[in-house]
């Protein structure tokens, strides 16, 4: 997908040191929303305070194709506290938004405004591992498109049609319609 990258972003990014960021929203029910980046310290961006993780959040490729293909991305978070953990273990995480963004950070460490979204999709998978010291969790996150390849289970009655919209009556007489009734086509 081509992107519009501002003048601030395209001198960060071929600048002789090029520092770039990548900060991850996991929005979990209110208030067990979870935001990180890839360094050390706190980060404000988009209105949010990001805890800096550095190289314990590890994020797989992402993929972008000319193909409408349903592409995800892995999230890793390695070395979890326990409070982390409870939220993985009781948390209803399953279908809740998770959104990637790439920025890089100016001359002057500053981070660049125009920062933008890399990936969004939703939480699928949660898995952790630990070994008693140090836990690590691995979140796989599916692109919307994934829906596409589900099947839609609908049918064609009323009681389905009422189960979407209660007042319709548009379906309650296509059972009459073959009851020995006679069509005559043509003139």
């Known amino acids: 997908m081509a992107r519009d990258l501002t003048a601030g972003m395209i001198t960060a990014l071929t600048a002789e040191v090029v520092e770039p960021v990548m900060m991850v929203d996991l929005l979990f029910d209110t208030p067990n929303e979870l935001y990180y980046w890839t360094g050390v ?3 404000d961006f988009n209105g949010n305070t990001y805890e800096g993780v550095g190289q ?43 959104t990637v963004y790439f920025g890089a950070f100016d ?6 405004s ?7 999709g939703r939480m699928d998978v949660m898995t952790i591992e630990s070994d008693g010291q140090v836990a690590v969790i691995t979140l796989t996150v599916e692109n919307r498109l994934v829906d596409l390849e589900r099947p839609k289970v609908r049918r064609y009655t009323s009681e389905d049609q009422k189960a979407e919209f209660s007042g319709d009556l548009g379906l309650d007489f296509v059972v009459s319609l073959n009851d020995g009734k006679e069509l005559v086509w043509g003139r």
């Open 114 to 120: 125009t920062s933008f979204q890399a990936f969004s």
């Open 41 to 43: 310290g706190d980060l």
């Open 107 to 112: 001359s002057t460490k500053t981070l660049i």
């Open 56 to 98: 314990l959040l590890t994020i797989t490729d992402i993929q972008e194709t000319a193909l409408l293909k349903a592409a995800g991305i892995t999230l890793q978070l390695n070395g979890v506290y326990s409070d982390i953990i409870s939220l993985a273990l009781d948390e209803d995480y399953s279908e809740r938004i998770a």
